[in-house]
Nanobody, 123 residues
């Protein structure tokens, strides 16, 4: 059973940067596509970014393109989300998730989820 743990969320001012990490235990992530999702208060969980197991293909929510970068280090069993030029509307709980052999933007197609890390962007 793969377990995922996010870290790196905190309070930051608008225009600032954060790097989130997601580390797996109980299994290897090397055969999984990894996604980041977020959920703001009162809103549904939304897709943010996904990366192929090889690291060669990525896809982003339009609202974060050019500001966020997803990457992975399979040797460290870790996925990252570098977030630059943060905006108040980026405030949410950020979740990482693993999908076996699938590159998807749909939360329902992910097999494992972390518990999330809070990102708060002040204006």
């Amino acid at each position: 059973q793969v377990q995922l743990a996010e870290a790196g969320g905190e309070l930051v001012q608008a225009g600032g940067s954060l790097r989130l990490s997601c580390t797996a235990s109980g299994g290897t992530l090397s055969s999984y596509a990894m996604g980041w999702f977020r959920q703001a208060p009162g809103k549904e969980r939304e897709f943010v970014a996904v990366i192929h197991w090889s690291g060669t293909v990525t896809y982003y929510l339009d609202a974060v393109k050019g500001r966020f970068t997803i990457s992975r280090d399979n040797a460290k069993n870790t996925v990252y989300l570098q977030m630059n030029s943060l905006k108040p509307e980026d405030t949410a709980v950020y979740y990482c998730a693993a999908a076996r052999n699938l590159l998807s933007i749909r939360a329902s197609e992910y097999d494992y989820w972390g518990k999330g890390t809070q990102v708060t962007v002040s204006s």
